[in-house]
């Protein structure tokens, strides 16, 4: 899951144009400056640099880099094929 929070990590940075210092696991996306519509214009980045396809409705998950990672996980599972456990 670090190798994935790293990948959000990147796309918030190149997305928002934010100092890589700033940007950490447990950043919350408001106090990066990140607001609702910035937290879908990063769910479009993430679709786009993922190949995958995340739910308006996992926007509320949004919070911070390592919930961001845990929702692009799942799409990337779902894209596999692989699924979740139940």
């Known amino acids: 899951m670090d190798d994935l929070c790293a990948e959000v990590a990147k796309v918030v940075v190149d997305t ?3 100092d890589p210092g700033l940007v950490s696991q447990d950043s919350p996306l408001e106090e990066l400056g990140i607001d609702s519509k910035g937290r879908v214009r990063l769910l479009a980045a993430l ?3 993922h190949d995958v396809t995340i739910d308006l409705d ?3 998950r949004f919070t911070d880099i390592a919930a961001v990672a845990e929702v692009l996980a ?3 599972n779902e894209r596999t094929g ?3 456990a139940s």
Do not use: N, P, S
């Open 74 to 76: 799942e799409a990337l």
């Open 47 to 49: 679709e786009v640099h």
């Open 82 to 84: 692989t699924g979740r």
């Open 58 to 60: 996992q926007l509320d």
């Open 16 to 18: 928002f144009r934010l």
